[in-house]
């Protein structure tokens, strides 16, 4: 089965505070992992994707295949951060997205 | 660029009526998703087009659900009739073209269902 857990509802954290979030997922093939961020009134977006191993707005996340893990990292919360993140997966040939359930982040001032 | 454009943004309507929402993607993108979020969910697919053809519609219930895709650019998802659980947001996506990255949705803003 494919799937994706976020096993977090909402994440609470100060500004500065370190802030990681989890991702799990179910998949025997080779995925591609991606986190996508809904801001307050805005549309969902893309963040970052696992192969361009980028940091995005200071966010990085590694894919561990032997823990199905893309956690989602970043080392000083800001109050912008505050949003909802979902963690997807892109099966291996399929052009199509199979997301979490979402985790609210809210950093507080 | 205005973005995958959706309409209408809020609709409600009472059990057993009809429904349907309109999507127009991003000038180019050959690819079209209709997600469905519930509360507290993240989006589910419930049809994927590659140009005019329907590819992936294993999720979408097909006693009451129905999608378009003429001539491969606008799609309209319909529901007829529509039941309580039907409450949600329904995202329209598309990708392709030359505009980000490889996989990446660009998704519209959603229209919101409410069933009474």
């Known amino acids: 089965a494919q799937r994706v857990t976020q096993p977090e509802k909402l994440l609470s954290v100060f500004k500065g505070a370190p802030v990681e979030l989890k991702c799990n997922y179910s998949y025997s093939g080779s995925p591609e992992l991606f986190w996508y961020v809904q801001y307050s009134r805005q549309r969902l977006q893309l963040l970052l994707r696992h192969i361009s191993r980028e940091s995005i707005k200071g966010f990085t996340a590694d894919l561990n295949k032997g823990e199905t893990s893309f956690h989602l990292k970043k080392p000083f919360a800001q109050e912008e951060d505050s949003a909802m993140y979902y963690c997807?997966?892109?099966?291996?040939?399929?052009?199509?997205?199979?997301f979490g359930a979402g985790t609210r982040l809210a950093v507080h001032p | 660029e205005a973005g995958v454009v959706q309409s209408p943004r809020y609709k409600i309507i009472e059990k057993k009526q009809p429904v349907a929402f309109w999507c127009n993607p991003i000038?180019?993108?050959?690819?079209l998703y209709w997600y469905r979020q519930n509360l507290g969910q993240g989006p589910e697919l419930l049809i994927r087009?590659?140009?005019?053809?329907?590819?992936?519609d294993s999720q979408l219930p097909k006693d009451r659900f129905s999608a378009e895709r003429l001539k491969g650019v606008d799609s309209t998802l319909k529901i007829q009739p529509a039941e309580l659980g039907d409450s949600a947001v329904y995202l329209c996506?598309?990708?392709?073209?030359?505009?980000?990255?490889?996989?990446?949705?660009?998704f519209g803003e959603g229209s919101r269902l409410t069933v009474l």
């Open positions: 997807a997966l892109k099966p291996g040939g399929y052009n199509k997205l199979i």
């Open positions: 996506a598309s990708s392709g073209g030359a505009s980000g990255s490889p996989g990446e949705l660009f």
């Open positions: 000038s180019g993108h050959n690819t």
């Open positions: 087009y590659e140009n005019e053809e329907a590819v992936d």
